[in-house]
Each structure stands twice: as structure tokens, then as C-alpha cells.
């Protein structure tokens, strides 16, 4: 079971956090609905290349990476989406596209957008198309220790997902 790999690292600092199980949902509006949180409140993951290098980028589900804006904010010369098979491998013991945010788990460096930063609160994939978990903010941020900007973009299109 993918979570197991988070559960253990979060039981072995001893953090409080939930698990929620919803409907199978494959894009973050889908799981946002099925899980009965709000697009804005639930953190997805986006994986990016900051100079040639693999990094987990988490904002809210309502909003897309503006490459160019997390470009400056990285100080980077180049700043693009990583393809699935760039990163596939790295997350053996996830649902494609449903890694959770702890890049620390597999070596990856995280940044967040410091809209996340403002809820006590943060909801994400837990390695599955059909459970989130929640857990404080500053919990997440102790074990983490991601690099935070602001590089999250309204969406062109809220039906179209990014």
C-alpha cells in the first residue's frame, strides 16, 4: 500500500495527521471533490526541473506553476515541467501522480507557494488516486523544510486542469 512509507514517517516523529479515503479521483479538482475539500485548501504536487534538476513544486489545487515566476523566485536560468518519465521511477511506491509532498523521502527538494503557508492546515495526495491526509502546516514545514516562493497562477481555464 503506497501510504505505508509516509504513515511510518509520520508515526515515527510523532505527528498527528489524518487519513481520508474518497472515490478514485486522478486530477487535484477530482480529488479536491471527492474528498470534500476546497481546490484552494488541498496542496497538489507538480513536478518541475529548475535547472536540469527534479523538484517537487506544491500549491493549491486551484491555481498552476508559472514557470517564469518560480524561475525568479529560484534565481534558475530555466525552470520547466518535468515529463512522467523523468520522474516515474522515483516514487515506486506511489500512484503516479498522486505523490505526496516529502520530497525529503525521496531525495527531491521541495518548494511551496507561501499560500499554503497561511493554512494551519494542509491536505495532499497520500500516494494513492484514493486517500488524501491532513495535517498541520507546521508540522509539514518541520519535516520538509521546503523552500518557499510564490510562484502559483490563477488557471486559464478552472475546467482544465494543471
Request: glycine fraction near 4%; hydrophobic fraction near 45%.
Amino acid at each position: 500500500m503506497p501510504i505505508n512509507k509516509l504513515k511510518a514517517f509520520l508515526d515515527v516523529e510523532r505527528i498527528q495527521y489524518v487519513v481520508i479515503s474518497h472515490s478514485p479521483a486522478f486530477t487535484a479538482q477530482q480529488v479536491a471533490a471527492s474528498a470534500h475539500v476546497k481546490g484552494r485548501e488541498l496542496a497538489k504536487t507538480v513536478m518541475v526541473k529548475i535547472d536540469g534538476r527534479l523538484i517537487m513544486a506544491v500549491l493549491p489545487a486551484s491555481q498552476k506553476v508559472d514557470l517564469e515566476r518560480l524561475r525568479e523566485a529560484a534565481s534558475a536560468e530555466q525552470v520547466e515541467l518535468a515529463s512522467e518519465r523523468e520522474f516515474r521511477d522515483r516514487f515506486p511506491d506511489c500512484d503516479l501522480g498522486a505523490m505526496p509532498p516529502f520530497g525529503n523521502l525521496y531525495g527531491l527538494r521541495v518548494w511551496v507557494d507561501q499560500a499554503l503557508t497561511k493554512d494551519e492546515e494542509i491536505v495532499f495526495n497520500a500516494g494513492t488516486h484514493e486517500q488524501v491526509a491532513r495535517m498541520h502546516y507546521a508540522d509539514f514545514a518541520r519535516l520538509v523544510r521546503p523552500t518557499v516562493g510564490s510562484f502559483g497562477a490563477p488557471r486559464d481555464n478552472p475546467r482544465v486542469p494543471r
